[in-house]
């Protein structure tokens, strides 16, 4: 029978800036860009909410509608989320109405619907589509988070521009798109697309969401449309700065006790997890993990299971929980089918962690290199196999929270343990 190592816990401690009045924040931010002249009295304008598990986004939105109500303006609310909800426009509605983003919060309509119109061809010679009802108002405020896109690297990852060129597109443009990046390059696309739809769209402004590294607002920042391009790399570069990661970054197993949409477009995130560029790592990748076990799914994520693909075992429950259209409805719609793939399912924990010990190669169990997190946002605290003990102890960066302890199993054999 394979022995298991024993674990001990470290603390990490990321930047942490953060908003303390967001309600002010929002109104100062949007009254520095110069809204007011550009939007007249009785104006329609749509707000766009996408489908990530941004932090605070319904009081962010609600900032936002306050103030277009402020100058007379008549605001409403469509979701931004390309083909996620099922791609139906009721599936939208849910998927906001779980952020707490509802007509009644809001105090304002949400329009929520499939329908796109063409608005041209772009360069490169696809269509160019966007949200029919976004199509209708007098103008388009778009709010997003800027972050790390979890497959394409490049000045522009997901943000404002991303939201104008998948989010409004629905599922229509996002099928598109995905295609078109098989052939043209990530930035090329992003910039050619969000430069016609700021152009002919009405787009007036957008506001830049910066999280830390627990999920807090970290910087709210809001542009005019001329300046989206120009600074969302800025942005990013920020983003990326106060981004969590992995204490080591070399491990034999990964843990994974959750994964869903609500935590990354790709179930985990591949900047953390290191399978930005390949689904199941490479060495010139850090950190570079040999096998990731994924234990359960977010309830958030509803059975979209989506990133499964991207590790090579799982507990069975995952499975019994996924809801395999809507998996393969978002895996088609991006282009990246494998992350559908079923990985090698265990009816148990213990079994788990047995098979990837051994999967480890021909060295004894205390030597297996293993590092076990609730999920790719909450990083601060990380259970790590012994065989790290000494450098953690060496390392001013990390705080030994508890001393290497066997690992407890209830009678199915699954993990007793809980991270949070």
Same mark, same amino acid.
């Not at 931004?80 to 009644?104: I, K, N, P």
């Not at 995130?269 to 950190?287: A, F, I, M, Q, Y």
């Not at 001013?396 to 001393?403: G, Q, S, Y």
């Given at each position: 029978?394979?022995?298991?190592?024993?674990?001990?816990?470290?603390?990490?401690?990321?930047?942490?800036?953060?908003?303390?009045?967001?309600?002010?924040?929002?109104?100062?931010?949007?009254?520095?860009?110069?809204?007011?002249?550009?939007?007249?009295?009785?104006?329609?304008?749509?707000?766009?909410?996408?489908?990530?598990?941004?932090?605070?986004?319904?009081?962010?939105?609600?900032?936002?509608?306050?103030?277009?109500?402020?100058?007379?303006?008549?605001?409403?609310?469509?979701?931004?989320?390309?083909?996620?909800?099922?791609?139906?426009?009721?599936?939208?509605?849910?998927?906001?109405?779980?952020?707490?983003?509802?007509?009644?919060?809001?105090?304002?309509?949400?329009?929520?619907?499939?329908?796109?119109?063409?608005?041209?061809?772009?360069?490169?010679?696809?269509?160019?589509?966007?949200?029919?009802?976004?199509?209708?108002?007098?103008?388009?405020?778009?709010?997003?988070?800027?972050?790390?896109?979890?497959?394409?690297?490049?000045?522009?990852?997901?943000?404002?521009?991303?939201?104008?060129?998948?989010?409004?597109?629905?599922?229509?443009?996002?099928?598109?798109?995905?295609?078109?990046?098989?052939?043209?390059?990530?930035?090329?696309?992003?910039?050619?697309?969000?430069?016609?739809?700021?152009?002919?769209?009405?787009?007036?402004?957008?506001?830049?969401?910066?999280?830390?590294?627990?999920?807090?607002?970290?910087?709210?920042?809001? +542009?005019?449309?001329?300046?989206?391009?120009?600074?969302?790399?800025?942005?990013?570069?920020?983003?990326?700065?106060?981004?969590?990661?992995?204490?080591?970054?070399?491990?034999?197993?990964?843990?994974?006790?959750?994964?869903?949409?609500?935590?990354?477009?790709?179930?985990?995130?591949?900047?953390?997890?290191?399978?930005?560029?390949?689904?199941?790592?490479?060495?010139?990748?850090?950190?570079?993990?040999?096998?990731?076990?994924?234990?359960?799914?977010?309830?958030?994520?509803?059975?979209?299971?989506?990133?499964?693909?991207?590790?090579?075992?799982?507990?069975?429950?995952?499975?019994?929980?996924?809801?395999?259209?809507?998996?393969?409805?978002?895996?088609?719609?991006?282009?990246?089918?494998?992350?559908?793939?079923?990985?090698?399912?265990?009816?148990?924990?213990?079994?788990? +962690?047995?098979?990837?010990?051994?999967?480890?190669?021909?060295?004894?169990?205390?030597?297996?290199?293993?590092?076990?997190?609730?999920?790719?946002?909450?990083?601060?605290?990380?259970?790590?196999?012994?065989?790290?003990?000494?450098?953690?102890?060496?390392?001013?960066?990390?705080?030994?929270?508890?001393?290497?302890?066997?690992?407890?199993?209830?009678?199915?054999?699954?993990?007793?343990?809980?991270?949070?």
């Amino acid at each position: 029978m394979t022995k298991l190592p024993r674990f001990f816990r470290v603390g990490q401690t990321f930047a942490r800036p953060r908003v303390e009045d967001l309600g002010s924040e929002v109104q100062r931010q949007l009254s520095q860009i110069g809204l007011e002249p550009r939007v007249a009295a009785g104006q329609t304008v749509a707000i766009t909410v996408g489908s990530r598990g941004i932090a605070n986004i319904a009081q962010i939105a609600k900032q936002c509608v306050d103030y277009f109500k402020q100058i007379g303006a008549v605001p409403f609310i469509i979701p931004a989320m390309g083909s996620h909800g099922g791609a139906t426009a009721e599936g939208q509605s849910l998927v906001l109405a779980s952020y707490r983003v509802t007509e009644a919060q809001m105090g304002c309509p949400i329009h929520s619907s499939m329908e796109v119109v063409e608005v041209c061809q772009a360069a490169e010679g696809f269509p160019v589509y966007f949200d029919r009802q976004a199509s209708l108002a007098d103008h388009v405020f778009v709010i997003n988070r800027i972050k790390p896109h979890t497959r394409f690297a490049g000045e522009i990852e997901s943000g404002l521009m991303k939201m104008m060129l998948i989010g409004l597109g629905k599922q229509k443009g996002a099928e598109v798109y995905h295609r078109v990046i098989m052939n043209y390059s990530f930035d090329q696309i992003v910039r050619s697309v969000s430069r016609t739809v700021i152009e002919r769209c009405g787009i007036v402004g957008g506001l830049a969401i910066l999280e830390n590294a627990y999920e807090e607002t970290a910087q709210l920042v809001a +542009l005019r449309p001329e300046d989206i391009e120009v600074r969302e790399p800025e942005l990013l570069r920020q983003v990326k700065a106060w981004m969590p990661g992995l204490p080591f970054d070399h491990a034999e197993l990964l843990i994974v006790d959750r994964i869903g949409k609500d935590i990354s477009g790709t179930g985990m995130d591949t900047n953390v997890v290191g399978r930005k560029r390949n689904d199941h790592g490479s060495p010139d990748e850090l950190p570079f993990i040999h096998h990731i076990y994924i234990r359960g799914l977010t309830d958030a994520t509803h059975g979209n299971a989506t990133g499964l693909g991207v590790a090579e075992m799982c507990h069975r429950r995952v499975i019994e929980e996924m809801d395999m259209e809507l998996v393969r409805m978002n895996c088609v719609t991006a282009g990246h089918i494998t992350a559908a793939m079923i990985p090698l399912d265990f009816k148990s924990d213990l079994e788990a +962690l047995r098979i990837g010990c051994q999967l480890a190669g021909y060295i004894e169990p205390e030597q297996v290199s293993v590092q076990w997190i609730v999920d790719t946002l909450h990083l601060d605290e990380v259970e790590c196999s012994e065989v790290y003990w000494q450098e953690a102890n060496q390392r001013a960066d990390l705080r030994i929270l508890r001393e290497p302890t066997e690992l407890k199993f209830d009678a199915s054999g699954d993990l007793i343990q809980q991270l949070i």
